[in-house]
């Protein structure tokens, strides 16, 4: 995974987001901001297993991907994507889930 000056900008802005809208320090709205470059990247060359607080306040552990020869064919939704979410095809349910990207917890293995 390399990182280049257009992915240190996407960290960095993620990171002032969380400070804005969730109240973050900014420590750890820069370790948020990593955990979710470091699973994106990830889901993108295999399936992670990964944990993040559900809005109820449980946590869940989930399995996706973002890999395009996992993935079954999409067509466009007519909606606007939402940064503040991140979707992911989850492998055990064969849906397309989302979840907060300031409540990602940790990823197990990445």
Avoid: H
Avoid at 51 to 69: C, H, I, N, W
């Amino acid at each position: 995974m390399k990182t280049t000056r257009n992915n240190l900008k996407e960290i960095m802005s993620m990171a002032w987001a969380f400070v804005k809208r969730n109240g973050f320090t900014m420590g750890e709205a820069l370790k948020v901001a990593w955990r979710n470059f470091k699973l994106k990247s990830a889901m993108q060359g295999k399936i992670v297993k990964f944990y993040f607080q559900k809005v109820d306040g449980s946590l869940r552990e989930a399995y996706g991907t973002l890999k395009e020869s996992l993935l079954p064919a999409t067509q466009g939704t007519g909606r606007k994507a939402n940064d503040t979410l991140q979707t992911y095809y989850d492998t055990e349910k064969q849906e397309w889930r989302c979840f907060k990207k300031a409540n990602l917890v940790r990823i197990a293995n990445a």
